[in-house]
């Protein structure tokens, strides 16, 4: 009963799949437990909200992006009231998990981890298996979902999970990385990831200062004209800018 109402006001809300599972059944060894988050949590609803189409396929990534900085606000607000849906009619206690950005950005993690691993969340609720671009495949949506999920000390059974072998084995998402990050097979080479798909984060504006700092008067004042600064300016406001979506672009899994 308590599955069937939280799913109603999930798929209400905008999430185009819901999933449970219980807290025993999320496995990722060597992150962050669930209960440092939520002490006495016992279940993670997790909501998977579809790619569009046409975004991802736009040769303009600004296009791209501003696709998923819709979804992101989405899954926000949506996460924020679920969390006070469960607790309101359930009388326990839930906490909303970012489905990006705050993250910890001190060493070791860096900014390269969640709190919670939202893919590892997702298989365990029963909404899909990974592929070789270490991505979670949906049975309806494929590779074009992304997810977020909230802890609750509500007791709920995971869900089924999934079996079928969604991922053909083709190779196209390894071949398509710029970044040749998925050579590697199981594994994502962030950095070379973040290289490509974000190249206005971190990274860019360290270099950009590095090469201000190093320059001569006249190298600083053509450095301050460089378009690069107003790349960089606009990417403090938005947060992370995406630039790449290939391993999903051109995933066939479970398309037409």
Excluded at 17 to 46: C, H, N, Q, T, W
Excluded at 167 to 181: I, K
Aim: charged residues 20%; aromatic residues 8%.
């Amino acid at each position: 009963m308590e599955k069937e109402k939280i799913s109603s006001f999930c798929l209400g809300l905008g999430a185009d799949v819901v999933g449970f599972a219980s807290v025993g059944d999320y496995e990722l060894k060597g992150a962050m437990a669930p209960d440092a988050i939520l002490p006495g949590v016992r279940s993670i609803i997790v909501t998977g909200y579809r790619e569009i189409d046409g975004a991802i396929e736009s040769p303009n990534n600004r296009t791209s992006m501003a696709a998923r900085l819709g979804m992101m606000d989405l899954m926000r607000k949506n996460s924020y009231l679920i969390s006070r849906f469960v607790e309101d009619a359930f009388r326990t206690k839930a906490a909303p998990v970012a489905p990006s950005y705050p993250l910890d950005m001190k060493p070791p993690v860096m900014g390269l981890t969640g709190d919670i691993s939202l893919r590892h969340a997702a298989v365990a609720a029963g909404l899909g298996v990974f592929g070789r671009h270490n991505l979670v495949i949906n049975p309806r949506f494929g590779s074009r979902i992304i997810f977020t999920a909230v802890l609750t000390s509500l007791p709920l059974e995971s869900d089924e999970r999934v079996t079928d072998d969604l991922c053909n084995g083709c190779g196209l998402c390894v071949e398509s990385c710029p970044g040749r990050a998925l050579d590697e097979e199981g594994k994502t080479d962030m950095f070379k990831c973040l290289k490509v798909s974000q190249p206005n984060g971190i990274g860019g504006l360290i270099g950009y200062l590095r090469n201000f700092i190093k320059a001569d008067l006249e190298g600083k004042k053509a450095l301050l004209k460089d378009p690069a600064i107003l790349s960089l300016y606009q990417a403090n406001f938005i947060g992370f800018e995406y630039h790449c979506f290939k391993c999903i672009g051109v995933c066939p899994a479970c398309l037409g």
